[in-house]
């Protein structure tokens, strides 16, 4: 069965540093996509990046990146300059292929709620 | 602006009763999808709909029910066979499918509590 595994469950770390949040998957496709969502405390989730399982490149949004080793089955996400905005819960999810019903699904994992200090 | 629209935000529910959860969304997706949330924990998929008068159940779709009658909406009702409703609810949509990268777009969110 397709997995999402986020091992760090709290994380903190000082304004301005980086920090690399943790996301291992377990899948047989060979055509997935994987997403990190922040979820500030007011509930909303918003999206932050995408990897799709065929980019050669690591993908980067602003001051997120992301650290995809697909022999390991890794997809960790590195956020540079730590801003005390950044204080939120992150979720790692993948998209699983649409096999019987034609409509994408995405599994996610149980978060790491990250506290960045001033 | 396009985008996702749960109502209402906090929802009451006495014992024995169904309630329903709004959810619309104008970004033309055919798919949505309804979430519970459990503090401090991850999603779980309750049901999803790929195109209208059609849906599925996801993981831990018993207690729950909805329908997709406009492409629009895609309304949740927890009902009282749902012994432990309690939690965060998010609806999402996105496209049904292709190769593009397409992430999920989420609502705000509805915090259903028994009373």
């Keep these: 069965a397709q997995k999402i595994t986020q091992t760090q469950p709290g994380m903190f770390v000082q304004e301005k540093e980086a920090v690399t949040l943790d ?3 377990d899948t047989s496709d060979q055509s997935y ?3 990190w969502y922040k979820q500030p405390s007011s509930g909303e989730m918003i999206f932050l990046i995408y990897q799709g399982s065929y980019d050669e490149q690591n993908a980067t949004e602003g001051r997120y990146s992301l650290n995809f080793q697909k022999a390991r089955k890794s997809a960790n996400l590195v956020i540079s300059a730590s801003q005390l905005g950044d204080s939120a819960m992150y979720f790692c999810a993948m998209r699983e292929a649409p096999y ?3 409509t994408y699904k995405y599994i996610f994992g149980t978060g790491t709620r990250l506290k960045v200090l001033a | 602006d396009g985008g996702i629209t749960q109502s209402p935000k906090y929802l009451f529910r006495k014992e024995g009763q169904n309630v329903t959860l709004s959810c619309e969304q104008n970004l033309n997706h055919d798919a949505m999808y309804w979430y519970r949330q459990d503090p401090g924990q991850g999603l779980r998929l309750i049901y999803y709909s ?3 008068n059609d849906f599925q159940k996801g993981d831990i779709a018993e207690g729950y029910s909805v329908s997709r009658e406009k492409k ?3 309304p949740l009702t927890v ?3 749902q012994k432990n409703p309690t939690a965060f609810y998010l609806c999402a949509s996105s496209t ?3 190769p593009s990268a397409q992430p ?3 609502g705000d969110g509805t915090r259903l509590s028994i009373l």
């Design chain 2, 72 to 74: 629009e909406s895609f």
């Design chain 1, 23 to 25: 996301c291992t998957y």
């Design chain 2, 96 to 98: 049904a499918g292709g």
């Design chain 1, 33 to 35: 996509g994987l997403f």
């Design chain 2, 50 to 52: 790929q195109i209208v």
């Design chain 2, 79 to 81: 009902t009282s066979a």
């Design chain 2, 104 to 106: 999920q777009h989420f």
């Design chain 1, 100 to 102: 019987t019903s034609g």
